[in-house]
Every structure is written in C-alpha cells, then in structure tokens.
C-alpha cells in the first residue's frame, strides 16, 4: 500500500492500511491514523499527527513550519482528525509558540483546492472550505461553516458554527453563528435558515436564532444589550447558547 518511490522517515508512526503514493514525503514525527490515503507528490512534515480514514490529495503541504517571522524552530505541531477530504495545493502550517502552539482540525471537514490555513487555527467539525480559501493566523472556525471560494479571513477572527460567507468575502472582523455574510468588506446578510433546516433544526429554535439575529442587528440595542436579550433566552432555547460561546472567543468586533 506504500509506493516504493515514496520516502518516509524511519521514525514515522504508520497505521494498519495506509495508502502512500508515488514521491510522497513522510516526515520523522508523523502519525498517519488507519486507512488514510495519502496520493502522490504529498508532503507531510514537522510534528504532524492525522486520524483516521483522511484522504489527502496530491500536492498537499501539511504540517510546514509557520509563514511567521517570529517562528523560531519550536516543536509546534498539526493536528488533524478523522475522515478528512484535502484537496489539491492544500498548505496548513503547524502552530507558533505566541499561541497553543497547535494548529488543530476536527472531523469530516472539506477542503477545496489551494485552501491555506495559517499557523494556530482551530477549525471545527463538517466545515466546507471551497477553493483558495485564506485562513491568517489564530483563526477560529465554528462546526458546519462553509467559506466560498476565495473567501480570506483577517487573523485572529472568529466565524461562528453554522455560518456561511459568500465566495470572495473579505472577514475582516467576527462573524456571529448561524449568520449569512458576504462582502468586501463581509456584511450581515439573515441567519442560515436552509442550512439550518436541512441539519434538523426545528422551526422554533430557527424563529429563536432569528430574534437573536434581529437583537444584535436589527433593534438599535448596544452590543451588551443584544447579549443580555439572547442570555435571557438561553433556557428555552439551548442552542443560543453557541452565541454565547462565540462573544467569549469574539476578538475583533462583529461585522456589521
């Protein structure tokens, strides 16, 4: 299942199944869960860990050191989980030591062509990243947000779960969950009803998300009043509570 043209580091942790393909390069500190598929001309280098049952596509760069002049050779590391899609010209970084020091990816995620996700992101589960994505540095994706092509993230942001930004969008501040943005730069556009009902929500808890959506931007409330109005509501609508989570994380101001 390893091509013989394939060059992987004796102290490299290969799993039971692993594909390897032709010219791929397997560094000395990486882990390649069971029955991953790794095609032909992938490099995969520095303290890199996959999970299981991943696909990654020719071309892909995992685990290169930061594009970070501050990187001064620590041991940082990529973390990435189980049943991945990494499409061509993929480039994630390991992380730095001015944050966890860990890039880290979830579960289930897909990810186009040429999509770049810079040194300590923390990317979620069910994301969709279309191609050339641009993720900077220290950015933080919800479960089940889809960037359109081209999309670029200003580092440190925060895109909430269940978001969707339109294809060439420009994020240059927080995006709260479950909201539709687009834009340059990325303006609020309605919550994600569609995606929302295809993944089960009820249409009570999309009303709920909705009044939350209309007191962050549709009531003239201060920021600290909208997060009040949606803290209040939380009991009856658990689901709220991701809003919650997301102005603990939110750094940069939401769009607006």
Not at 94 to 123: E, K, L, P, S
Not at 184 to 206: D, M, Q, V, W, Y
Request: proline share 4%.
């Amino acid at each position: 299942m390893i091509h013989e043209t394939a060059i992987i580091h004796p102290g490299a942790k290969i799993a039971a199944g692993v594909e390897i393909g032709p010219f791929s390069v397997i560094g000395e500190h990486v882990e390649i869960g069971e029955n991953t598929v790794i095609a032909s001309h992938v490099v995969i280098k520095g303290h890199t860990r996959l999970g299981r049952e991943n696909r990654v596509f020719q071309f892909a760069s995992l685990g290169e050191i930061p594009q970070d002049k501050k990187y001064a050779g620590e041991p940082t590391r990529l973390e990435i989980g189980d049943r991945n899609l990494i499409r061509e010209y993929c480039n994630f970084n390991i992380g730095t030591a001015q944050d966890a020091g860990v890039t880290r990816i979830g579960d289930d995620n897909w990810f186009m062509a040429g999509v770049h996700v810079a040194h300590d992101c923390q990317i979620g589960n069910s994301t969709i990243m279309a191609n050339n994505v641009t993720l900077a540095g220290h950015v933080h994706v919800g479960d089940f947000a889809i960037l359109g092509g081209m999309a670029a993230a200003h580092q440190f942001c925060v895109i909430g779960a269940h978001v969707i930004a339109g294809g060439g969008s420009v994020i240059l501040q927080d995006i709260p969950p479950y909201v539709m943005a687009n834009g340059h730069p990325c303006a609020p556009h309605g919550i994600n009803s569609e995606g929302l009902k295809r993944r089960g929500f009820s249409s009570e808890t999309i009303m709920a998300i909705k009044r939350a959506y209309k007191s962050i931007y549709r009531q003239n409330l201060s920021l600290e009043e909208a997060r009040k109005a949606i803290d209040e509501a939380v009991a009856a609508t658990p689901e709220l509570q991701l809003f919650q989570n997301f102005f603990a994380m939110a750094k940069r101001g939401i769009i607006r």
